[in-house]
């Protein structure tokens, strides 16, 4: 067992309170593989903002939870090499289970979320409960969900949105003890979050303004906030991709989201996409390339270049540290 301490990771505690005094939210960026990472730690301290790495239950299935813990690791080191010196915290995105959030905090990780949405709400509050109770050993933060988000991103799928009930949260709050709430109020997981063709409904602003009133000063959290910039939609379609009808939350609200008291908003799809649709225009334009680095390289640059877009214009973390 390790303690996030020795590694050099914090917990969210300080970094949402900054968040929430000074109008702006956390990135919390999700990471597969070493060129994400490197994408991920290069455009933070280039644009001097903290960040969450987040590693979702795939990820750690994909690269190894031995191997990706060790990534993580090398990127506190690499952090420094760069000459920065960021709140860097490591996250377990959307745990199904006591057992995995357990393990990933066993193994270093200074934040862990909890994901009970999927069951009813007493055996939520009980399990989360769970969950703080052994993390808070070792000063370990928790994140839990409350309300269910529309859409498919790995094993997190929902063909309907059930929004967050506003006359709940005090009480899970207060009786499962966890530190930050995920709600849903119109984001949605993956790359197809709404109807093309038919307006954007705008987020649900009234039911965040209530919670914040029922829950003053408690650190919020969005899911499923990814922007799909159709820029590299229409890069992937013209490369022989098929991504019809992607489109993302606006990014204006997302500001607007980020000025209040969500204090960290997760983004995990426009990495993705960004990725692929560099990888399809190299491939394409140059069959004769097999060197993964001459596809992956630029891949990563353009990875990092929306990152840093995405601290300074949408979640207004650059130049906080």
Excluded: W
Aim: hydrophobic share 40%.
């Amino acid at each position: 067992m390790v303690n996030f301490k020795e590694i050099g990771f914090v917990n969210t505690r300080e970094m949402f309170k900054h968040a929430m005094e000074n109008g702006y939210a956390i990135p919390a960026y999700n990471f597969n593989n070493m060129e994400q990472l490197q994408a991920i730690v290069m455009a933070c301290v280039e644009s001097h903002s903290p960040v969450i790495l987040q590693v979702s239950k795939g990820a750690r299935k994909y690269a190894n939870q031995t191997l990706l813990r060790f990534m993580a690791e090398g990127a506190v080191e690499y952090m420094k090499e760069l000459g920065g010196n960021i709140p860097m915290a490591l996250h377990l995105d959307h745990g199904d289970s006591f057992e995995v959030a357990k393990s990933c905090i066993d193994m270093g990780f200074s934040s862990v979320m909890y994901d009970g949405s999927h069951h009813p709400y007493e055996e939520n509050i009980k399990i989360t409960k769970q969950v703080v109770e052994y993390a808070k050993q070792f000063d370990v933060t928790v994140e839990a969900e409350l309300g269910v988000l529309a859409g498919i991103e790995e094993h997190v799928s929902s063909e309907v949105s059930h929004y967050t009930k506003p006359e709940e949260v005090e009480d899970f709050v207060n009786r499962s003890g966890c530190d930050s709430l995920a709600i849903s109020i119109g984001t949605s997981h993956g790359a197809f979050k709404f109807k093309p063709g038919k307006p954007i409904p705008p987020l649900r602003f009234d039911i965040l303004e209530e919670i914040q009133k029922r829950l003053p000063g408690f650190p919020i959290v969005l899911h499923g906030s990814s922007s799909v910039p159709q820029e590299y939609v229409k890069m992937v379609n013209e490369y022989g991709g098929n991504l019809a009808g992607a489109v993302g939350v606006p990014e204006d609200q997302l500001r607007k989201a980020a000025a209040l008291n969500v204090c960290k908003i997760n983004i995990d799809s426009d990495g993705r996409l960004v990725i692929t649709a560099v990888i399809r225009k190299i491939l394409a334009q140059t069959p004769g390339v097999f060197d993964p680095r001459k596809y992956l390289g630029p891949a990563r640059e353009e990875l990092k270049k929306l990152l840093i877009y995405k601290n300074k214009e949408v979640l207004g973390s650059a130049d906080r540290y």
